[in-house]
């Protein structure tokens, strides 16, 4: 608790560029959660050096990931939006707790396996450790809540595991965190294979959605999403295609399945494209233009990132000297 709020935290990686998929399942919810929560959103460049990464293009991107959490609407005076590398109690609290997590626990995380036949040439000991790291962001914040999507459960499945063993030795030192699944929850899917997920990683640059995507290149993509034959813009299992482009208006333009649905009764799927393709820019246009903006305002951006990182490393602090004297290590003398 801080101030009679629950603490949520969750973060994300400033690597690849952000979709669609992105802010809808992701960062549109988060706006939601301010007023509720005292809300720690971290840019988690620790966990992006896991794989290689060109040193200049990440500090570029984990700066765009920040202003566009700004830009997005998430006010920073009241969401602590901070990057990962600058408060050392991530690292410090990771390494603790790295001595109360198991080999075999960390061999049966999906991610890894995946992540690991995917770098091959680099299976390094950060990469198989991240889940650690990742518990450690959400314990140094005595989290309650974390906004998630499936892919991470497991992660922070573990997190708990390793809060609760340590709590079990040493006290209630950590809060145990909650998976927080959002009232929308838009998986939003790729636009050329509506079965697998919208992904910054697809090669096929017509399946996403980019967030910085132009006008015209957003309309072309909707206009080439992979449809069907039915002639029917009916939300059902199958048809997996016109299920995500009205999951995609729907969450757009804050309508329901129902209303959608019966606003393109009879109509074509080209004039149904062309719609999801208009409100998805009536979204993102407002975003772009304030994340340029806001990308020009040097000074006001280094505040930010100064303040945030002071306020994060305060809480921080606190939990880490807590876990310090319980495992044993010698009081600071000032
Ligand atoms: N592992 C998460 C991802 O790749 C990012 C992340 C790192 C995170 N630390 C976190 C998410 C803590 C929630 C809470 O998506």
Redesign the pocket.
């Known amino acids: 608790m801080i101030d009679g709020k629950k603490v949520l935290?969750?973060?994300?990686?400033a690597t690849g560029n952000l979709t669609l998929g992105n802010y809808l399942g992701a960062l549109k919810n988060w706006l939601t959660l301010s007023d509720e929560y005292e809300c720690f959103y971290?840019v988690?460049d620790l966990?992006s050096i896991t794989v290689r990464q060109e040193p200049a293009e990440l500090r570029k991107r984990a700066r765009n990931l920040l202003t566009l959490y700004i830009a997005a609407g998430l006010d920073p005076k009241k969401n602590c939006i901070y990057y990962?590398s600058h408060v050392s109690g991530h690292a410090q609290l990771s390494w603790i707790l790295n001595c109360f997590t198991y080999m075999g626990e960390l061999n049966r995380m999906t991610?890894f396996k995946d992540k690991a036949a995917k770098h091959a040439d680099n299976i390094n000991a950060g990469l198989f450790t991240?889940p650690v790291?990742?518990a450690a962001?959400?314990l140094l914040f005595q989290?309650d809540v974390?906004?998630?999507?499936k892919?991470?459960l497991q992660?922070?499945e573990i997190t708990r595991d390793i809060a609760q063993r340590f709590n079990a030795i040493y006290g209630d030192v950590f809060t145990i965190p909650e998976p927080y699944v959002g009232k929308t929850g838009a998986k939003i899917m790729s636009l050329q294979d509506p079965l697998k997920k919208m992904s910054k990683s697809d090669e096929n640059p017509n399946a996403s959605i980019l967030l910085m995507d132009d006008e015209d290149t957003i309309i072309r993509k909707f206009k080439r999403a992979v449809t069907d034959s039915e002639a029917c813009i009916c939300y059902r299992d199958e048809q997996p295609g016109i299920k995500n482009l009205l999951d995609i208006y729907c969450t757009c333009t804050n309508k329901s399945t129902e209303e959608a649905v019966k606003e393109f009764q009879g109509k074509g799927y080209g004039e149904f494209k062309l719609a999801v393709g208009e409100a998805v820019v009536s979204v993102l246009k407002p975003i772009q233009e304030e994340f340029n903006r806001l990308s020009k305002d040097k000074a006001y951006i280094d505040g930010i990132i100064k303040e945030n990182a002071d306020k994060a490393g305060y809480f921080a602090n606190k939990t880490l000297r807590k876990v310090e004297k319980k495992v044993g290590f010698p009081e600071r003398i000032r």
């Open positions: 935290f969750s973060g994300m990686q971290s988690v966990h990962q991610q991240y790291l990742m962001d959400i989290a974390v906004p998630v999507g892919d991470q992660h922070l």
